[in-house]
Every structure is written in C-alpha cells, then in structure tokens.
C-alpha cells in the first residue's frame, strides 16, 4: 500500500518534472526567437570620435535591420551603393531602421558632414 502510493506519488512527481521542463523548453522557444529578432538587428554605437564602434557587418539577405546608439553627436546611417538612408539618430539616443538588401558587399555610411571620411562599415549581406 505503501509502497504504491510512494511509486503513484513517484510518478506524478516524474510527469510533473517532464511537464516542466516541457514548459521550460517552450518557454526558452519563444525566449529564442525574441532573442533572434533583436539578434538579427545589427547593432552599431556611432561613437563621439567619429567612427563606428564596428567596422565590419554581415547579415541575411532580405530585410537587413539595424539599431545605432548615438553617444553625444548625432549620426545617420545611410547604405552608400543606394544612397538610401536607413535611419538617423540624434545624440543620447538610439534609432532602428530597416532595408531590403540582396546579396553583396556595401559599405554603410554616415552622411553627415565631417563623418562621412571617418563613419564607413563594410556590410556583408549572404
Ligand atoms: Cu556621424
């Protein structure tokens, strides 16, 4: 009698543990793909000096998102080869933008005045 009760509560103890960590499991899931989404973003800090904090990107074709963090100056983020500007960001601030690109090499800049020499990245899209 014993001895079944201890097996029963065994059990339910085991499906309860195989439940959780089921539910854990789910839950890193989706924990996964919102880490995935902020992970696709390409992160950059247009830094006070004039330069990129990354000089050297690379992303999946289709839509190519960035998240740039402007110290004290304000900066944009333009990608050269289509003379398109992704985002600007003024200074203390962070901006997301997003553009399709297909595969290729490209070169993204920022088009202020004064940066444009110093703020350039080379961007892999595969
Ligand atoms: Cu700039």
Redesign the pocket.
């Known amino acids: 009698m014993l001895r079944t009760r201890t097996a029963r509560r065994t059990r339910t103890l085991l499906l309860a543990t195989i439940a959780a960590l089921v539910l854990a499991a789910c839950g890193n899931g989706a924990d996964d793909a919102a880490d995935d989404a902020d992970g696709d973003a390409l992160q950059l800090v247009?830094q006070d000096d004039?330069t990129w904090d990354v000089e050297e990107l690379e992303a999946e074709a289709g839509t190519v998102e960035f998240v740039v963090e402007?110290e004290n100056?304000?900066?944009?983020l333009v990608i050269e080869e289509l003379d398109e500007e992704v985002l600007e960001c003024a200074a203390g601030e962070t901006a997301s933008g997003s553009i399709e690109l297909e595969p290729g090499d490209y070169t993204y800049v920022?088009?202020?005045p004064?940066?444009?020499e110093t703020?350039r990245g080379t961007l892999t899209v595969n």
């Open positions: 247009g004039l402007c100056v304000n900066h944009n920022c088009t202020i004064g940066h444009e703020m």
